[in-house]
């Protein structure tokens, strides 16, 4: 038999791996998984933005694809409940997952870790982002950014904030929004959820809050809240006429929550880019486009590399607000 050289052999392997790739989506994964739906755990409770995102996602997802998606809640431990799930799924593409900003968050505040967040998964794409707004009780003599910061600084240890929860993403962009506003002295007031945490802003018995811009846009709008900053780098096109908070002083604050899609370690690439170039022809859709709006969330698409490496970068900047901060969870 003939052999191959070496460059021949890689030509080979190339074509074979085009090809693959090409495929229709149901012949990349075993033919006993032709009919079977795909799995797609939300680590999150029902209700969630994770969860809104998710089931709108379902339809159009499954139909670029051509199999059904079967969406599960699996809440619990801060998402590690549901994500342990994937870790622990075959490499077929048949068992994915949408996790939030948590995920890489959970490893600099638990103790123990039944998985490694970058090694045991696969990170596959984001598929949107949405930013916070930080937003006052009408009785905090403050406009905007300037004189909240000049406020809390003429008064340390005097006003307060709510967040949802150590450790959440909201208590950690207040962090992130005391630290590089000239280290604040602001006391944190934790919650465990929104729900009494929003009544208690409007109550007045916490001060500020950042808060998802879908919510609480009909606050603002009301005057029951004032909005002092945009926390992304680009303004809410539900609150176009509500600054960043990088415009008003901070220039290098932005933080913005996440989700993305996940599956487990080893996911072969002819799956993951399956996955991903569905993904991103649902999103293209007017359904999730008109979605996507309503719920104040920006398409993204990203690739494996960029998501792989946005893990890690928050990941490591998470890690040191916690620490800085003496987060614990309860």
């Not at 707004?133 to 003599?141: N, Q």
């Not at 934790?190 to 916490?206: E, I, N, R, T, W």
């Not at 879908?214 to 009301?222: F, H, R, S, Y």
Request: hydrophobic residues 45%; aromatic residues 4%.
């Amino acid at each position: 038999m003939k052999k191959f050289s070496h460059g021949r052999r890689r030509a080979a392997l190339a074509a074979v791996a085009a090809f693959a790739i090409g495929l229709p989506f149901a012949s990349v994964f075993a033919q006993d998984n032709s009919d079977k739906p795909i799995r797609l755990i939300l680590p999150n409770s029902a209700g969630s933005s994770v969860d809104a995102l998710a089931r709108t996602l379902a339809a159009p997802l499954g139909k670029a694809l051509g199999h059904a998606i079967v969406v599960e809640n699996l809440p619990g431990a801060g998402g590690v409940t549901g994500t342990l799930q994937v870790v622990r799924a075959a490499r077929d593409g048949m068992t994915i997952a949408l996790v939030s900003n948590n995920h890489v968050v959970n490893p600099s505040v638990y103790k123990s870790m039944p998985f490694d967040s970058i090694k045991d998964i696969t990170a596959i794409s984001v598929v949107a982002t949405s930013p916070f707004v930080l937003v006052a009780h009408p009785s905090v003599p403050a406009r905007d950014v300037k004189e909240l910061v000049a406020y809390a600084k003429a008064h340390p240890g005097q006003l307060n904030y709510g967040s949802s929860g150590n450790g959440t993403i909201l208590q950690l962009s207040a962090e992130a929004f005391k630290a590089e506003a000239g280290g604040l002295d602001i006391k944190h007031v934790p919650y465990k959820g929104v729900g009494q945490l929003s009544s208690d802003l409007l109550g007045g018995h916490v001060q500020l809050a950042f808060l998802g811009v879908t919510g609480v846009a009909p606050l603002i709008k009301a005057g029951k809240l004032k909005a002092i900053g945009i926390s992304s780098t680009h303004r809410s096109a539900l609150l176009p006429d509500v600054p960043t908070i990088a415009e008003q002083g901070v220039p290098q604050y932005d933080m913005s929550g996440w989700i993305a899609m996940i599956g487990p370690a080893g996911l072969p690439a002819p799956i993951v880019n399956k996955l991903s170039a569905a993904l991103k022809s649902a999103l293209a859709s007017k359904e999730m486009q008109d979605a996507l709006a309503l719920q104040g969330m920006t398409a993204v698409g990203s690739t494996q590399a960029a998501t792989t490496q946005l893990f890690q970068t928050d990941m490591n900047r998470y890690a040191k607000l916690i620490k800085d901060s003496g987060t614990v969870v309860d």
